[in-house]
């Protein structure tokens, strides 16, 4: 049975179900606490509610872990006009409960899905000048514990947005929020030392260099992770 669940399409079917789950709007209070139960007990938000991990990255942008409606007020409050999800998938009572929080609060939702644990997708780089571009600020980025994806759209964003030196952008991916380099997550960082060492070295601008000389394929091979910094950031920390 445990072998099972762990086929492809089983855990696709589970995944299915459980955005047919969520994906939806909310009827009522049983539907409402059913999914605070599941963002805090399922999606490990009771953590979240003590510390959420935001920061102020420039006055146009925050980072954060998934936040709770409470959050979302709070955000609301300091300006905030934009709510970017990087997780995808609508798989937790926390998205129709995010959903539901923006459009009281007047924030638009939109997304920008990216991975922690593979080598960033060439063609969601290439758009991320657009998508920037057209962000209305100031905006809030969010992943689960705001720690890898977090980290890596906002190096992103101030590299290619705020053309901010590429040290400078690096240093979002730092254990200061949570992020284990020596962890799966730490393929964002060998993406990064990649560019630096056969881009920006030799006077290649970011976007030119992924267009034109990035290999996923050959980072994914070449990456090799902790163990004991993998186990504890995908097994005890629980991180998505």
């Given at each position: ?52 991990n935001a ?66 997708d060439r ?77 920006a070295s ?39």
């Amino acid at each position: 049975m445990l072998n099972r669940w762990r086929r492809p399409e089983d855990r696709y079917a589970r995944r299915m179900a459980r955005i047919a789950r969520w994906d939806r709007p909310l009827r009522g209070r049983l539907d409402r606490a059913r999914a605070w139960t599941n963002m805090l007990l399922s999606d490990h938000g009771i953590f979240r509610l003590v510390y959420l991990n935001a920061h102020r990255i420039t006055p146009q942008l925050w980072r954060a872990a998934q936040p709770a409606p409470t959050d979302i007020a709070w955000f609301a409050r300091q300006g905030v006009k934009t709510i970017v999800n990087l997780r995808g998938g609508r798989e937790h009572g926390a998205w129709p409960l995010q959903k539901e929080a923006c459009e009281r609060h007047g924030i638009a939702l939109v997304e920008f899905v990216l991975r922690s644990r593979g080598a960033p997708d060439r063609d969601t780089l290439l758009a991320a000048p657009a998508f920037f571009a057209g962000l209305q600020t100031p905006a809030l980025v969010h992943c689960k514990s705001g720690a890898d994806r977090a980290g890596f759209f906002s190096a992103l964003y101030l590299l290619i947005h705020e053309r901010r030196p590429l040290a400078e952008a690096m240093a979002e991916l730092s254990l200061r929020y949570g992020h284990f380099r020596f962890a799966k997550t730490g393929i964002l960082d060998a993406f990064f030392e990649t560019y630096a060492r056969e881009g920006a070295s030799k006077g290649t601008p970011f976007l030119d260099w992924v267009a034109k000389e990035y290999d996923p394929e050959r980072l994914e091979r070449e990456f090799k992770p902790g163990f004991f910094s993998s186990l504890l950031a995908d097994r005890l920390i629980r991180r998505e």
